[in-house]
């Protein structure tokens, strides 16, 4: 009985020392667990600092181009001046609440397009529209008796798809870094060379005979040296054709006038806030320029041949225009599918009291503009798409402002399209590149928010910095001429001051001049005096970021004398003012 004390203290301290081990054991485990806890609190902070930090100052992007300067770019998160939707964000950062939950549950969020490289490629494009350019083909020219090729020119394009893949990590990783990337040269489709080893089968082609292009009672010729700057070299038969596109805008100009049933877009309008169709639009007739281009391309084959063959005769060919039927090119649902749901832009001006020849010009250039579809970050070019202001186009004489005085010239009255143009282009908020204002103030437009087009020299552009494509639309109503841009809005608005006006200037005297073409003794005057301003125009766009853009338009016009001319009946007595 004496060692029993003994024994139970032994179990006793057996039982404490065990229940102390324990709580060690619990404690270093509850210690590894609360610094693992730690770690990923102090992780998760990092990243979130991290994402901060790339909201708040983009990515860099450093370039280098083919000059050797850099370009440091800084892409935002959110695309400026578009809508806040997610779906108009450059890069999808991940949330706090996203963020807490991969660090410290595991839970990683859901698989989706983390990089919008179609936004990216519309950044870098509108940011580097001065040195991105696309290549130059080589082309045939035909100068003091010689053909001469015209070399080509390389483009300059960046590698987007390496751009965006770099961006994707970084977005992946949280990491605030540089990406320095070169820009690559984009070779041309038709290098000079091509063509070089072409120049005696361009000699024939353009001493030949050429075509016959008939249609009903209507014919033109076409000879080997319209034919010249048209052709282009086709690396897969490795022989020269005719370039469609090119052959297309000639064989337009002269026919345009037979196309008795010209294709009817559609003409869109909104109702009640949603996009509907003012008018149906209906199928039409075109030129069937392919297959006016494989008969070309036949014949160019045969001279080919013939030329092998050492025996080359020529004679001029008789081909029959062919037409084809075109459908509209838009509906409700392809805009829907484009998101182009909004009116975003619009102008009416009015030509009332103008020529019939006037009004026909205005007439065929809204016809040939209208249903444009500007892509996002495209340039839009309204001498482009009008055409040139020539006779070969369909233009009628009016008078236009050329040198010192008004002279008929065709295409005159085109300006009205012009100016419409610029100004539903300050409705809508956009990015405008060129704009000229007229010499003098003209009445149809007044001072201020005028534009003026003239062949390459005066054009007016802007460039789509929506997310959406644009489309274009011009109609006539009554004496009224409207342009409609339909897009997605972004909720931007854009507010253009009235025209102040500023430094008037008096007209000069009356200035008489002699004009063999206008009968002996009859006075006809071409200009009415006009005084000489300067006028500024603000326009403030506000972005739904929070972003302000202003423009200001500066015009200067030119004080204008009445202008008279004196017939000389052809009678070469005088200084002529003709």
Same mark, same amino acid.
């Given at each position: 009985?004496?060692?029993?004390?003994?024994?139970?203290?032994?179990?006793?301290?057996?039982?404490?020392?065990?229940?102390?081990?324990? &709580?060690?054991?619990?404690?270093?485990?509850?210690?590894?667990?609360?610094?693992?806890?730690?770690?990923?609190? !102090?992780?998760?902070?990092?990243?979130?600092?991290?994402?901060?930090?790339?909201?708040?100052?983009?990515?860099?992007?450093?370039?280098? =181009?083919?000059?050797?300067? @850099?370009?440091?770019?800084?892409?935002?998160?959110?695309?400026?001046?578009?809508?806040?939707?997610?779906?108009?964000?450059?890069?999808?950062? %991940?949330?706090?609440?996203?963020?807490?939950?991969?660090?410290?549950?595991?839970? +990683?969020?859901?698989?989706?397009?983390?990089?919008?490289?179609? *936004?990216?490629?519309?950044?870098?494009?509108?940011?580097?529209?001065?040195?991105?350019?696309?290549?130059?083909?080589?082309?045939?020219?035909?100068?003091?008796?010689?053909?001469?090729?015209?070399?080509?020119?390389?483009?300059?394009?960046?590698?987007?798809?390496?751009?965006?893949?770099?961006?994707?990590?970084?977005?992946?990783?949280?990491?605030?870094?540089?990406?320095?990337?070169?820009?690559?040269?984009?070779?041309?489709?038709?290098?000079?060379?091509?063509?070089?080893?072409?120049?005696?089968?361009?000699?024939?082609?353009?001493?030949?005979?050429?075509?016959?292009?008939?249609?009903?009672?209507?014919?033109?010729?076409? &000879?080997?040296?319209?034919?010249?700057?048209?052709?282009? #070299?086709?690396?897969?038969?490795?022989?020269?054709?005719?370039?469609?596109?090119?052959? #297309?805008?000639?064989?337009?100009?002269?026919?345009?006038?037979? @196309? $008795?049933?010209?294709?009817?877009? %559609?003409?869109?309008?909104?109702?009640?806030?949603?996009?509907?169709?003012?008018?149906?639009?209906?199928?039409?007739?075109?030129?069937?320029?392919?297959?006016?281009?494989? /008969?070309?391309?036949?014949?160019?084959?045969?001279?080919?041949?013939?030329?092998?063959?050492?025996?080359?005769?020529? /004679?001029?060919?008789?081909?029959?225009?062919?037409?084809?039927?075109?459908?509209?090119?838009?509906?409700?649902?392809?805009?829907? !599918?484009?998101?182009?749901?909004?009116?975003?832009?619009?102008?009416?001006?009015?030509?009332?009291?103008?020529?019939?020849?006037?009004?026909?010009?205005?007439?065929?250039?809204?016809?040939?503009?209208?249903?444009?579809?500007?892509? %996002?970050?495209?340039?839009?070019?309204?001498?482009?798409?009008?055409?040139?202001?020539?006779?070969?186009?369909?233009?009628?004489?009016?008078?236009?402002?050329?040198?010192?005085?008004?002279?008929?010239?065709?295409?005159?009255?085109?300006?009205?399209?012009?100016?419409?143009?610029?100004? +539903?282009?300050?409705?809508?908020? =956009?990015?405008?590149?060129?704009?000229?204002?007229?010499?003098?103030?003209?009445?149809?437009?007044?001072?201020?928010?005028? *534009?003026?087009? #003239?062949?390459?020299?005066?054009?007016?552009?802007?460039?789509?910095?929506?997310?959406?494509?644009?489309?274009?639309?011009?109609?006539?109503?009554?004496?009224?001429? @409207?342009?409609?841009?339909?897009?997605?809005?972004?909720?931007?608005?854009?507010? $253009?001051?009235? %025209?102040?006006?500023?430094?008037?200037?008096?007209?000069?005297?009356?200035?008489?001049?002699?004009?063999?073409?206008?009968?002996?003794?009859?006075?006809?005057?071409?200009?009415?005096?006009?005084?000489?301003?300067?006028?500024? *125009? $603000? $326009?403030?766009?506000?972005?739904?970021?929070?972003?302000?853009? &202003?423009?200001?338009?500066?015009?200067?016009?030119?004080?204008?004398? /009445?202008?008279?001319?004196?017939?000389?009946?052809?009678?070469?007595?005088?200084?002529?003012?003709?």
């Amino acid at each position: 009985m004496r060692h029993r004390p003994l024994k139970v203290g032994a179990i006793f301290s057996f039982i404490i020392c065990s229940f102390l081990l324990l &709580s060690v054991v619990r404690l270093a485990n509850a210690s590894r667990i609360l610094l693992g806890e730690a770690t990923k609190y !102090a992780q998760a902070s990092i990243s979130v600092m991290r994402v901060r930090e790339l909201r708040k100052s983009g990515i860099l992007v450093r370039l280098q =181009l083919r000059d050797g300067s @850099i370009r440091e770019l800084s892409v935002p998160h959110v695309s400026l001046g578009l809508n806040a939707d997610e779906s108009f964000e450059f890069y999808r950062l %991940p949330s706090t609440r996203q963020i807490i939950n991969f660090h410290l549950y595991g839970i +990683a969020p859901a698989e989706e397009e983390i990089v919008n490289s179609h *936004a990216i490629t519309q950044f870098f494009a509108q940011s580097l529209s001065d040195v991105l350019h696309v290549p130059t083909d080589a082309h045939y020219v035909y100068v003091k008796g010689s053909i001469l090729v015209a070399d080509d020119a390389p483009g300059q394009s960046l590698p987007i798809d390496e751009i965006v893949a770099q961006m994707k990590d970084i977005v992946r990783q949280q990491a605030v870094k540089t990406i320095s990337i070169a820009s690559v040269d984009t070779p041309a489709r038709v290098q000079s060379a091509n063509l070089m080893g072409q120049r005696e089968l361009a000699e024939i082609l353009r001493k030949s005979r050429g075509f016959q292009v008939y249609s009903g009672e209507y014919a033109w010729t076409l &000879s080997g040296a319209t034919l010249l700057p048209m052709l282009t #070299y086709d690396s897969n038969s490795k022989s020269l054709i005719v370039d469609e596109e090119k052959l #297309y805008a000639h064989i337009k100009t002269l026919a345009h006038s037979l @196309i $008795t049933e010209p294709l009817l877009e %559609p003409q869109f309008a909104i109702n009640n806030g949603r996009l509907a169709v003012a008018r149906e639009g209906k199928p039409g007739h075109d030129i069937d320029v392919h297959t006016l281009a494989t /008969k070309i391309n036949d014949w160019i084959a045969a001279k080919a041949a013939m030329r092998s063959a050492g025996k080359v005769t020529d /004679k001029r060919e008789m081909v029959s225009l062919a037409y084809l039927t075109t459908m509209p090119r838009y509906s409700l649902a392809m805009l829907s !599918a484009l998101r182009i749901t909004d009116l975003v832009g619009t102008a009416k001006t009015s030509f009332k009291g103008s020529s019939a020849d006037r009004i026909h010009n205005i007439s065929l250039g809204a016809s040939r503009v209208t249903g444009f579809l500007v892509q %996002p970050g495209e340039e839009f070019s309204l001498v482009q798409s009008i055409g040139y202001a020539e006779k070969e186009n369909g233009y009628k004489e009016e008078y236009v402002i050329k040198g010192d005085r008004s002279r008929k010239e065709a295409g005159g009255g085109l300006c009205q399209v012009a100016t419409t143009f610029f100004r +539903a282009a300050l409705d809508a908020g =956009l990015k405008i590149t060129e704009r000229h204002n007229h010499r003098y103030v003209v009445g149809y437009y007044g001072p201020g928010l005028d *534009a003026g087009i #003239y062949a390459i020299d005066h054009d007016f552009r802007f460039i789509n910095d929506f997310a959406s494509p644009l489309l274009v639309q011009v109609r006539i109503e009554g004496t009224n001429l @409207i342009v409609e841009f339909f897009g997605h809005g972004d909720r931007r608005t854009a507010v $253009t001051t009235k %025209p102040l006006i500023t430094e008037i200037l008096p007209p000069p005297p009356p200035d008489f001049r002699f004009s063999k073409s206008i009968p002996f003794g009859k006075t006809e005057c071409t200009d009415h005096p006009r005084e000489g301003m300067t006028s500024y *125009a $603000t $326009t403030t766009i506000r972005y739904q970021s929070g972003e302000v853009r &202003s423009a200001l338009w500066k015009s200067t016009y030119a004080p204008w004398p /009445k202008i008279c001319l004196i017939g000389t009946g052809g009678l070469d007595i005088y200084q002529q003012d003709d």
